[in-house]
């Protein structure tokens, strides 16, 4: 058993930075694989430029634009 943190239940919905964000799968119901949220961003926002140093990401967008950042230019 991996030793993860302590996050909130699936299908909890808290808000990041002002967007409601649900929890669908987390890192405790995947052995550590990955973490699966689901959210509706507004238009003209979405989230601050970040990194995640030790795994990847991956959007799956339903419907709209997003605008993405890969690589410092």
Do not use: C, I, N, W
Not at 14 to 38: I, K
Not at 54 to 60: F, I, R
């Amino acid at each position: 058993m991996l030793d993860l943190p302590k996050t909130p239940a699936v299908g909890t919905t808290l808000r990041v930075l002002g967007t409601p964000v649900t929890y669908r799968l987390t890192a405790r119901e995947t052995e550590g694989g990955y973490f699966l949220f689901e959210s509706a961003v507004p238009l003209g926002e979405g989230m601050l430029p970040h990194r995640h140093p030790l795994e990847s990401e991956l959007l799956y967008l339903l419907e709209g634009r997003l605008t993405f950042r890969l690589e410092d230019a």
